[in-house]
């Protein structure tokens, strides 16, 4: 168990210390924890609208932050070129998101051509009722998007490494919502990047 916790926090460390130099894209990823905790409440009663939640606008803030404002010059924090952090990426790297999100945008024109989806669930009658097949199929495709990967890992790397990435990614909007909830004030400060202060500790 102790080796679990530990590799679970050098996870969430090397991607804080790789992949949120931003504070525009810790902003970003606070706004999206919230929405994602919002979501886990909300899927226990509706699932549908609870995958409306986290793919509208917890990733959609989440990826825009990655995209849109992380640096991909030399990181001089870590002595380590843009190249060698997407090789070393446990989770989705910026080649693997770009997949994915083209999968998430896509199931909304798959269901406006097929709105049975070649017969394999019955054909909404009104708006209100394709935006909630969208949200199921947006949940689909975001549970497979995690077990996928988690079995992916297993085999690639090791049994433990693809758990604790798993565990990371459910758990990332907990840890996000208290990492990043003083982002939004450092940017207010005009403070574009973070130090990193803590790297530098280390």
Partial sequence: MNDFVQALRVQRWDDHRYYHHSRIN????FVSALSFLVAY???WFDPAIAALIAWLLAMTTRQAGHFFFEPRGYDT??????????DIKVGYNLRRKVVLMAVWAL???ALLLDPTLMGLIEPAGDAIGTARQIGMAWLVIGVAGLVLRTVHLCFIR???TGLVWMTKILTDPFNDAWLYRRAPLHLLRGELIDPMHAVHRR
């Avoid at 810790?26 to 990823?29: A, F, K, N, T």
């Avoid at 924090?77 to 997407?86: D, G, P, S």
């Fill in 41 to 43: 409440a909300v899927l």
């Fill in 26 to 29: 810790q902003s970003l990823h």
């Fill in 158 to 160: 090791d049994v433990q």
């Fill in 107 to 109: 199931a909304p024109v």
């Fill in 77 to 86: 924090v870590n002595q380590a070129t843009h190249e060698h952090k997407e």
